[in-house]
Nanobody, 128 residues
Framework: QVQLVESGGGLVQAGGSLRLSCAAS????????MGWFRQAPGQEREFVAA???????YYADSVKGRFTISRDNAKNTVYLQMNSLKPEDTAVYYC??????????????????????WGQGTQVTVSS
C-alpha cells in the first residue's frame, strides 16, 4: 500500500509561482512513475506532468515551459514547480503513482488508468 500526501497549494496572483510537493510511502519509491493531474470545477481531471524512474519527463501542452516536475528519491518526494501561473491553472492538483514498473512511452502516462495510487489533492487558486 502506497500513501501519497500533497502539500503546497494555495492562493497566488496571476504570474506568480507555487511549488507543490507529494510525499510518498513505500520502500521502492525510486521505481515509481509519478504523475500530477488537476481537476477544475465542472471539468474532468486532466494530465499535467509525469516523471519516470529514469527521470524522463512528460508535460501537457498547456503547461510546457511553465511547469517543471522533479523528484528526490532520497526523500520519497515528487515536486511540481509552477511558474507564470494563469487563472486557468486554478484546480485541485492530484499526485499519482504507477508502481507497476511497466516501461511505458510518452502518452501512455497521460491516462489516469495507468496510476494505481492517488493522493487527496491540494487546491491551487490563481487570481487575475
Amino acid at each position: 500500500q502506497v500513501q501519497l500526501v500533497e502539500s503546497g497549494g494555495g492562493l497566488v496572483q496571476a504570474g506568480g509561482s507555487l511549488r507543490l510537493s507529494c510525499a510518498a510511502s513505500g520502500r521502492t519509491f525510486s521505481t515509481y512513475v509519478m504523475g500530477w493531474f488537476r481537476q477544475a470545477p465542472g471539468q474532468e481531471r486532466e494530465f499535467v506532468a509525469a516523471i519516470k524512474w529514469t527521470t524522463v519527463t512528460y508535460y501537457a501542452d498547456s503547461v510546457k515551459g511553465r511547469f517543471t516536475i522533479s523528484r528526490d528519491n532520497a526523500k520519497n518526494t515528487v515536486y511540481l514547480q509552477m511558474n507564470s501561473l494563469k487563472p486557468e491553472d486554478t484546480a485541485v492538483y492530484y499526485c499519482a503513482a504507477d508502481t507497476t514498473y511497466y516501461n511505458g512511452r510518452g502518452s501512455y502516462y497521460y491516462a489516469e488508468e495507468v496510476y494505481n495510487y492517488w493522493g487527496q489533492g491540494t487546491q491551487v487558486t490563481v487570481s487575475s
